[in-house]
C-alpha cells in the first residue's frame, strides 16, 4: 500500500473510532475492506457501535480460517492526536479494533511520559560541551579552519572561516544524543548524519589528508557527499564501512546482538577487519536494499525493507517481526525508561509501526494485544504476563 494511501486510511479509520466519520467517508473506508477480502463485507446497517461493527468482522474471519484465536501477526498504526488503530492479520484478512483503555490498576499510568526530541551535546577539541538544545541558532563557535553553526533547522553545520590552509592538524568535535534524544549534523564536506537517541558521532572538523573517516556508537542514518579522491569511512566497534556514493544506516548498539548496516542508495563496502575469512576482511560490497549483520565476528549479507529500517528517521518505529524485548529496547532509549521483566513472557512476534511523537503509555496500550501487561512507575516498566 503506499504512503499516501495507507495515511488516508489511518484519517479514515481514526474518525470511524471516533465516531466523527461522514457517510461518503464510511463508504470509502468499508469499500478498502472489501477489496482486502476475497469475498465483499456484508457489514449490517443495524451495526451502530463498535462492537457490534468488531463482531461481524470477527464473524467474518471465523467463517474464512475455522478459527480466530491463532493471530500471529499486529499491525499497528498511529493516527494523528495518537489515537490508535490496530490491524490484526488473520488468514488474510483485516480487523480494525479500537483498543481498549487500561483496565486493571496496576495499567494506569498517573505520570505519563513524554517521547523523545531533539537533545545533543557538542564536545568540542577542548573538552568544553555546549548543549545543542539550549544553543541559539547562529554561531556556536570556531574550531581550526571551519566556523560551527546552528543551523535555522536545528542541526549542526560547519562553515570555512576564510582560514584554509593555516591550520593541518586534525582536531575532532563530538556529537552525542541522550536517551530521548535525537539530532542531525552536517559534516564539513557536507556528509548528513542524523543519529538515533543514546548515538554518537566522532568527526574532524577539517577532512585533512586523503580520506574521511568517522567514527559512531548507537543508530546513526548517513546521506554522503561522494569524493573518490577522498573516501569516506565509519568505524563502528572495529567495523568498517565505506562509502561508494551511498545513503545508508548503522544500527550498532551495545545492548543488540549485531552490528546492521543497511544500504538505501548508491554502494558501500563492508569490512570486518577482524574476521578469519579474507571476502570478510576485504570487505562485502552492498546493493541497495541489502543489509549486512555482525555477528559473532561473522558477516552476512540479506535484503531487507530499507523503508522499515530507517522508519526511525521518519518519525515512526517499524516493528518488523520482533518479539516483545527487541521492541521494549527500542522505546527504553526513545523514553528514556528501564526496563525489567517478570513472569513467564509469551514470545509472541509483532510487525507494524507505531509513532515515535506518541507518549509511552499509548505505546504500551498498543503492545497490551500481545498478551503482557506493564507497571510503570516513574519511569521505570515492569513487563509482566
Do not use: C
Not at 528501564?338 to 507518549?359: A, C, M
Amino acid at each position: 500500500m503506499a504512503a499516501q494511501d495507507r495515511k488516508r486510511l489511518i484519517e479514515l479509520g481514526y474518525k470511524w473510532l471516533e465516531k466523527k466519520i461522514s457517510p461518503e467517508e464510511k463508504q470509502e473506508f468499508e469499500t478498502w475492506l472489501d477489496q482486502v477480502a476475497d469475498e465483499p463485507l456484508e457489514i449490517s446497517s443495524s451495526a451502530r457501535s463498535d462492537e457490534e461493527y468488531e463482531a461481524m468482522l470477527f464473524a467474518k474471519i471465523e467463517k474464512q480460517t475455522g478459527n480466530v484465536r491463532p493471530i500471529r501477526r499486529l499491525w499497528t498504526r498511529i493516527a494523528a492526536a495518537a489515537s490508535i488503530l490496530i490491524f490484526l492479520s488473520v488468514g488474510g484478512y483485516f480487523l480494525l479494533h479500537k483498543q481498549s483503555p487500561l483496565q486493571t490498576a496496576q495499567n494506569q499510568i498517573h505520570n505519563d511520559v513524554a517521547p523523545g526530541s531533539n537533545k545533543a551535546i557538542l564536545t568540542l577539541s577542548n573538552g568544553k560541551q555546549i548543549s545543542l538544545t539550549d544553543a541559539q541558532k547562529g554561531v556556536l563557535s570556531e574550531e581550526g579552519n571551519e566556523l560551527i553553526k546552528k543551523t535555522s533547522d536545528g542541526a549542526v553545520s560547519y562553515e570555512g572561516n576564510g582560514s584554509a590552509g593555516k591550520n593541518q592538524q586534525l582536531t575532532y568535535n563530538t556529537v552525542a544524543t541522550p536517551r530521548g534524544g535525537q539530532w542531525s549534523v552536517v559534516l564539513p564536506d557536507g556528509t548528513k548524519a542524523m543519529l538515533d537517541a543514546a548515538s554518537s558521532i566522532k568527526y574532524p572538523v577539517d577532512f585533512i589528508g586523503n580520506e574521511r573517516k568517522v567514527e559512531v556508537t548507537g543508530q546513526v542514518y548517513f546521506e554522503v557527499i561522494h569524493d573518490a579522491a577522498k573516501p569516506f569511512r565509519v568505524i563502528t566497534k572495529g567495523q568498517v564501512i565505506e562509502d561508494i556514493g551511498t545513503k545508508f544506516n548503522i544500527d550498532a548498539y551495545d545492548d543488540e546482538q549485531a552490528i546492521k548496516t543497511t544500504l538505501v542508495e548508491g554502494a558501500v563496502r563492508v569490512s570486518n577487519p577482524g574476521a578469519q575469512t579474507p571476502v570478510e576482511t576485504a570487505g562485502i560490497i552492498l546493493k541497495p536494499g541489502q543489509q549486512t549483520l555482525l555477528q559473532n565476528n561473522k558477516l552476512t549479507v540479506s535484503d531487507v525493507n530499507t523503508e522499515e529500517v530507517i522508519a526511525w528517521r521518519n518519525g515512526y518505529f517499524s516493528l518488523n517481526d520482533e518479539n516483545i524485548g527487541s521492541i521494549m529496547r527500542k522505546l527504553s532509549r526513545w523514553y528514556d525508561i528501564q526496563v525489567e521483566f517478570k513472569g513467564d513472557i509469551p514470545n509472541i512476534i509483532l510487525g507494524g509501526e507505531i509513532s515515535r511523537s506518541t507518549t509511552l503509555s499509548q505505546a504500551l496500550k498498543i503492545l497490551e494485544v500481545a498478551n503482557v501487561h506493564f507497571i510503570v512507575e516513574g519511569k521505570k516498566v515492569t513487563v509482566t504476563p
